[in-house]
Every structure is written in C-alpha cells, then in structure tokens.
Nanobody, 120 residues
Framework: QLQASGGGLVQPGGSLRLSCAAS????????MGWYRQAPGKQRELVADIAADGTPNYADSAKGRFTISRDNVKDRVTLQMNSLKPEDTAVYYCKAIIATMSKVWLMDDYWGQGTQVTVSS
C-alpha cells in the first residue's frame, strides 16, 4: 500500500512537502509519481520519477516543484515551492509495483489523497 502525508493549508508563495511511502510485499517499484485533482476537474499528472531517478514534470510544475525518491525506503517526495491558488487540489501518489506474489506483473497502486489548499 501507499501512505501519503504532508498536505495542508499554505499561503500563496509558500511551500509544502508531500511524502509517500510504499509498504507491503514489494518485489520491485518502477515509476513513482504525484497526481492531483481539483474540484470539477480530471486527475492530472504533476510529476513522476523513474526507477533510475529521471524526473518528469507537468508544465505547471516545472521550476517550482521537485520530485525525488529513495529506493531504499521505497519513498517518493514532492517539494512544492512558490505555491499558487491554482495548485489547490487533492494530491495522490501513484507507484507501479510488482509484488512478491506476482513478480511478473507491474500494476498501478494509488495512495489515499492528501488535500493541498493554497489560500490567503
């Protein structure tokens, strides 16, 4: 399972750090990432990071957000700086994981959402 943490309320221009840890009977983890869903909108990619550490960012996140991962702790972190009101959304972590019981199958796993609200 994936356990996300770190959301909250922050003023425009502020920063938040989201963290998500995978646990359970894990064989391997491929890409890990963060998505968000604002009210009335579709869920969208914010950033993801490959197993080798190569990051990928949505245009809205470039220059403000930094994604990183710890392959020993099976953790992915999203550092969000210069937050804007339009960043307000529920943020979800996702990981592509093969479990010990099905090592051949890479499947999508989602964490519970964490609310990020940017408001003065």
């Amino acid at each position: 399972q994936l356990q996300a943490s770190g959301g909250g309320l922050v003023q425009p221009g502020g920063s938040l750090r989201l963290s998500c840890a995978a646990s359970g009977s894990i064989f391997s983890i491929n890409t890990m990432g963060w998505y968000r869903q604002a009210p009335g909108k579709q869920r969208e990619l914010v950033a993801d990071i490959a197993a080798d550490g190569t990051p990928n960012y949505a245009d809205s996140a470039k220059g403000r957000f930094t994604i990183s991962r710890d392959n020993v702790k099976d953790r992915v972190t999203l550092q969000m700086n210069s937050l804007k009101p339009e960043d307000t959304a529920v943020y979800y972590c996702k990981a592509i994981i093969a479990t010990m019981s099905k090592v051949w199958l890479m499947d999508d796993y989602w964490g519970q959402g964490t609310q990020v609200t940017v408001s003065s």
